[in-house]
């Protein structure tokens, strides 16, 4: 599904080297879990994947189905079937958090050539959703993220994911912020969506993340590269022994 | 059904043969040679066939604006005006029009078609002459034989709803009281020589007690939009009355005419309340700032008796520079005035605009909600003034202006004068300065919206105080003019 060969690239503006030959393969139905420490370019590789442009990539490809995806801006992409949950929610003052969803389930639909969702569908579908995600109907008035808490941005989100069904999921330090029943209930709502054609790519700095949504397949990041690669036990030993070693080894 | 749409469909829906009243004599009249000068005061007169005393009182106010100037102070750049270069009367002309569609500019047919205009209203828009075009203008001077059926029931309640050359007709004597009691002949430049040489415009009057059963619109006098250069409004809702009124048909037509100087007048008496909505989207020129209306207006509303209320809704998206005010005199004890507006700029274009919270009466409150947009190369202003009077005891203000800036290349200012002269005035004011950020359009973006889309969800959340306030139909049309009127402003 989604391949990555030897990804180079820099921020924009300054031209700092942040991700330097990543090689990765992610195929339908897996889960891989990204860790690494602060200032790895876990983020970064997540916001080129989904084409953010403040990021230039200077060497190697995106593949998407076999399809290099570089030239397809943020847009484009999501209409592809990428979707990335934010790790700080963007405020959208005096737009209803309900008219946000249903413009981004049109624009995508529009993009595929599809008709515009009825309103009782959309209705229907978000009430579904919202519910599983505690989100309440109170929620999905307010102005998007805005004064939403920690909490309440994370599951929103997510809710995001649900109703618009990507192919592929970046999950951006999903359980940064959140207290433990929070991070059970977004949990539960990634497994839900969790089927043989779809992927996820999990960024995480925290183990415990991965006790509730168990990976396939662990990769450590450090300075911009894959150091190494492994089942969800590599995920207990690092949480164990720190990222020393894998520093160590990138070094 | 929406009052205009219910038009649109009743325009279309009248048989050509029904049609009884016509101004096609007055259509065909010819217009007044160019340049100003008495004779053409007079002769603008005659052909109107006014009273000895309105002749009077144009030919006053054009002695006055000799010897006035032209102001300076907006933040607008325009090159000098030479009104001996324009005509000051002109009734629609027969200049050869596009003879179909295909010979319109597709920039503008593309607009017309994000509107949703039906092509037939397209047509007529563009100016096209052919076959159709009679067949749709005279669908749309039916609109007077649509606006005489609306007349019978407006006069079962005893509203006056005509235009202004007919009030001067029929009503001499409540346009006689009535006129430039608000906006005097001397007021200002602009003003001033609308007093002199306006050409027409609408008339209101709303009974005592009466709640006007509709919602006025100037949609039904589109096929006088090409005399639309100087109009003149006058709105009078007598003591508890009340009357909803909107000025401006949503297509973006393309004036020849470069200078619009209207005046409008309201007048409330005794709790009374007149809403006033506009929309504007006139012609702003090109990306370099060639062409597009010139739009200085004057429109001002008097609280005249206690409890009175005026509210002015503006959206103003289209015209090259707009300079415009739209302000409450709060006269009457308790009386309340506000101010609402979405101004958005683009291109090159350049708005000054604002409103006047004069507070004279007792207890008078007001509140000013200005939502500026300015993109491209454009410069956008608000200037407004909050006063107090000496008698003004426990004024209230709360004004709240923001500007959101998109891009690196466009302006916005906030020019606020406050004077009070009673302790007891309490003025609130609040302004904001933001920028659509690039994170703000990423997340957008991310979810699949395209960038003009964003940026027209971001926009319209931005506004969304103000469009509250709008009657129904504008408020869905505004929703799309605002992503017209921003388009190519990202990437």
Same mark, same amino acid.
Request: a negative charge; glycine letters at 8%.
């Given at each position: 599904?989604?391949?990555?060969?030897?990804?180079?690239?820099?921020?924009?503006?300054?031209?700092?080297?942040?991700?330097?030959?990543?090689?990765?393969?992610?195929?339908?139905?897996?889960?891989?879990?990204?860790?690494?420490?602060?200032?790895?370019?876990?983020?970064?590789?997540?916001?080129?994947?989904?084409?953010?442009?403040?990021?230039?990539?200077?060497?190697?490809?995106?593949?998407?189905?076999?399809?290099?995806?570089?030239?397809?801006?943020?847009?484009?992409?999501?209409?592809?079937?990428?979707?990335?949950?934010?790790?700080?929610?963007?405020?959208?003052?005096?737009?209803?958090?309900?008219?946000?969803?249903?413009?981004?389930?049109?624009?995508?639909?529009?993009?595929?050539?599809?008709?515009?969702?009825?309103?009782?569908?959309?209705?229907?579908?978000?009430?579904?959703?919202?519910?599983?995600?505690?989100?309440?109907?109170?929620?999905?008035?307010?102005?998007?993220?805005?004064?939403?808490?920690?909490?309440?941005?994370?599951?929103?989100?997510?809710?995001?994911?649900?109703?618009?069904?990507?192919?592929?999921?970046?999950?951006?330090?999903?359980?940064?912020?959140?207290?433990?029943?929070?991070?059970?209930?977004?949990?539960?709502?990634?497994?839900?969506?969790?089927?043989?054609?779809?992927?996820?790519?999990?960024?995480?700095?925290?183990?415990?993340?991965?006790?509730?949504?168990?990976?396939?397949?662990?990769?450590?990041?450090?300075?911009?590269?894959?150091?190494?690669?492994?089942?969800?036990?590599?995920?207990?030993?690092?949480?164990?022994?720190?990222?020393?070693?894998?520093?160590?080894?990138?070094? | 059904?929406?009052?205009?749409?219910?038009?649109?469909?009743?325009?279309?829906?009248?048989?050509?043969?029904?049609?009884?009243?016509?101004?096609?004599?007055?259509?065909?009249?010819?217009?007044?040679?160019?340049?100003?000068?008495?004779?053409?005061?007079?002769?603008?007169?005659?052909?109107?066939?006014?009273?000895?005393?309105?002749?009077?009182?144009?030919?006053?106010?054009?002695?006055?604006?000799?010897?006035?100037?032209?102001?300076?102070?907006?933040?607008?750049?325009?090159?000098?005006?030479?009104?001996?270069?324009?005509?000051?009367?002109?009734?629609?002309?027969?200049?050869?029009?596009?003879?179909?569609?295909?010979?319109?500019?597709?920039?503008?047919?593309?607009?017309?078609?994000?509107?949703?205009?039906?092509?037939?209203?397209?047509?007529?828009?563009?100016?096209?002459?052919?076959?159709?075009?009679?067949?749709?203008?005279?669908?749309?001077?039916?609109?007077?034989?649509?606006?005489?059926?609306?007349?019978?029931?407006?006069?079962?309640?005893?509203?006056?709803?005509?235009?202004?050359?007919?009030?001067?007709?029929?009503?001499?004597?409540?346009?006689?009281?009535?006129?430039?009691?608000?906006?005097?002949?001397?007021?200002?430049?602009?003003?001033?020589?609308?007093?002199?040489?306006?050409?027409?415009?609408?008339?209101?009057?709303?009974?005592?007690?009466?709640?006007?059963?509709?919602?006025?619109?100037?949609?039904?006098?589109?096929?006088?939009?090409?005399?639309?250069?100087?109009?003149?409004?006058?709105?009078?809702?007598?003591?508890?009355?009340?009357?909803?009124?909107?000025?401006?048909?949503?297509?973006?037509?393309?004036?020849?005419?470069?200078?619009?100087?209207?005046?409008?007048?309201?007048?409330?008496?005794?709790?009374?309340?007149?809403?006033?909505?506009?929309?504007?989207?006139?012609?702003?020129?090109?990306?370099?700032?060639?062409?597009?209306?010139?739009?200085?207006?004057?429109?001002?509303?008097?609280?005249?008796?206690?409890?009175?209320?005026?509210?002015?809704?503006?959206?103003?998206?289209?015209?090259?520079?707009?300079?415009?005010?739209?302000?409450?005199?709060?006269?009457?004890?308790?009386?309340?005035?506000?101010?609402?507006?979405?101004?958005?700029?683009?291109?090159?274009?350049?708005?000054?605009?604002?409103?006047?919270?004069?507070?004279?009466?007792?207890?008078?409150?007001?509140?000013?909600? &200005? #939502?500026?947009?300015?993109?491209?190369?454009?410069?956008? %202003?608000? /200037? !407004? +003034?909050?006063?107090?009077?000496?008698? =003004?005891?426990?004024?209230?203000?709360?004004?709240?202006?923001?500007?959101?800036?998109?891009?690196?290349?466009?302006?916005?200012?906030?020019?606020?004068?406050?004077?009070?002269?009673?302790?007891?005035?309490?003025?609130?004011?609040?302004?904001?300065? &933001? #920028?659509?950020?690039?994170?703000?359009?990423?997340?957008? %973006?991310? /979810? !699949? +919206?395209?960038?003009?889309?964003?940026? =027209?969800?971001?926009?319209?959340?931005?506004?969304?105080?103000?469009?509250?306030?709008?009657?129904?139909?504008?408020?869905?049309?505004?929703?799309?003019?605002?992503?017209?009127?921003?388009?190519?402003?990202?990437?």
């Amino acid at each position: 599904m989604l391949e990555i060969k030897n990804l180079h690239a820099r921020i924009a503006e300054d031209g700092t080297e942040i991700l330097n030959g990543i090689d990765l393969v992610v195929k339908p139905g897996e889960v891989h879990a990204i860790m690494g420490p602060n200032g790895s370019g876990k983020s970064t590789l997540s916001y080129v994947l989904s084409g953010k442009d403040d990021y230039e990539v200077t060497e190697g490809d995106i593949l998407f189905n076999g399809e290099s995806i570089l030239e397809l801006g943020p847009d484009e992409r999501a209409a592809a079937g990428f979707f990335l949950a934010f790790q700080y929610p963007i405020e959208i003052p005096g737009v209803a958090t309900m008219t946000f969803l249903k413009a981004a389930i049109n624009a995508q639909r529009k993009a595929r050539g599809e008709s515009e969702i009825t309103t009782p569908d959309f209705m229907r579908l978000v009430k579904e959703t919202s519910a599983k995600l505690n989100i309440s109907s109170d929620m999905l008035k307010r102005p998007l993220n805005v004064g939403f808490s920690g909490g309440e941005k994370k599951r929103n989100e997510i809710m995001q994911m649900a109703l618009l069904q990507p192919k592929l999921c970046i999950l951006d330090e999903t359980d940064s912020g959140l207290d433990i029943d929070a991070l059970k209930v977004v949990s539960e709502g990634v497994n839900a969506l969790r089927s043989p054609d779809r992927a996820f790519i999990v960024i995480t700095h925290y183990q415990r993340l991965l006790d509730h949504i168990v990976p396939d397949v662990v990769h450590v990041l450090s300075k911009g590269r894959i150091v190494k690669t492994g089942g969800p036990e590599l995920a207990l030993e690092l949480e164990k022994n720190g990222y020393a070693d894998f520093v160590d080894v990138a070094a | 059904m929406p009052a205009v749409q219910e038009t649109i469909a009743t325009v279309s829906a009248i048989d050509v043969d029904k049609y009884k009243y016509g101004f096609t004599t007055e259509i065909e009249s010819e217009r007044a040679p160019k340049g100003l000068d008495e004779s053409t005061v007079r002769y603008i007169s005659a052909k109107k066939g006014e009273p000895e005393w309105l002749l009077e009182w144009r030919l006053d106010a054009y002695r006055r604006w000799l010897t006035m100037t032209e102001p300076t102070w907006a933040r607008v750049d325009y090159p000098q005006i030479d009104f001996q270069d324009l005509y000051y009367y002109s009734a629609p002309k027969k200049t050869a029009g596009p003879s179909s569609l295909d010979e319109v500019d597709p920039e503008l047919l593309a607009t017309y078609a994000k509107l949703g205009i039906p092509l037939r209203e397209q047509e007529i828009l563009a100016g096209v002459e052919n076959g159709q075009r009679q067949v749709a203008v005279d669908a749309v001077f039916d609109s007077v034989s649509v606006v005489t059926t609306f007349r019978a029931e407006l006069a079962k309640h005893g509203v006056i709803f005509c235009s202004f050359s007919e009030a001067v007709r029929e009503y001499p004597e409540l346009v006689k009281q009535y006129l430039g009691s608000v906006v005097p002949t001397s007021d200002n430049f602009y003003a001033t020589l609308n007093s002199a040489v306006f050409s027409d415009g609408s008339f209101v009057y709303i009974p005592k007690g009466v709640r006007c059963p509709m919602e006025l619109s100037t949609y039904f006098r589109i096929n006088e939009k090409n005399t639309g250069q100087f109009e003149r409004t006058l709105i009078i809702a007598d003591e508890g009355s009340y009357v909803s009124y909107l000025e401006g048909c949503t297509a973006p037509t393309r004036d020849e005419n470069q200078l619009h100087a209207a005046v409008v007048e309201l007048v409330a008496l005794k709790d009374a309340e007149i809403k006033y909505s506009t929309v504007q989207n006139w012609y702003p020129g090109d990306k370099n700032g060639k062409g597009g209306i010139y739009n200085f207006v004057t429109k001002r509303g008097d609280c005249r008796g206690d409890s009175a209320k005026i509210s002015w809704t503006q959206v103003e998206t289209g015209s090259a520079i707009t300079w415009k005010y739209p302000s409450c005199i709060l006269r009457g004890d308790n009386s309340v005035g506000e101010f609402y507006s979405i101004a958005i700029s683009n291109g090159r274009q350049q708005v000054d605009s604002g409103t006047k919270m004069i507070h004279l009466g007792k207890n008078t409150r007001s509140r000013i909600i &200005s #939502k500026g947009i300015s993109a491209g190369h454009s410069n956008n %202003t608000y /200037r !407004g +003034l909050v006063s107090a009077n000496r008698k =003004a005891t426990n004024a209230r203000n709360f004004t709240q202006c923001d500007s959101l800036l998109i891009g690196e290349n466009c302006g916005a200012h906030t020019v606020p004068y406050i004077e009070s002269r009673n302790s007891s005035a309490v003025f609130e004011h609040e302004a904001t300065t &933001s #920028k659509i950020s690039d994170d703000q359009m990423f997340y957008c %973006t991310s /979810r !699949g +919206l395209s960038e003009e889309d964003a940026v =027209a969800l971001i926009v319209n959340g931005f506004v969304k105080d103000v469009l509250q306030h709008l009657p129904m139909e504008f408020m869905v049309e505004t929703q799309k003019l605002i992503g017209i009127s921003l388009e190519g402003s990202v990437g």
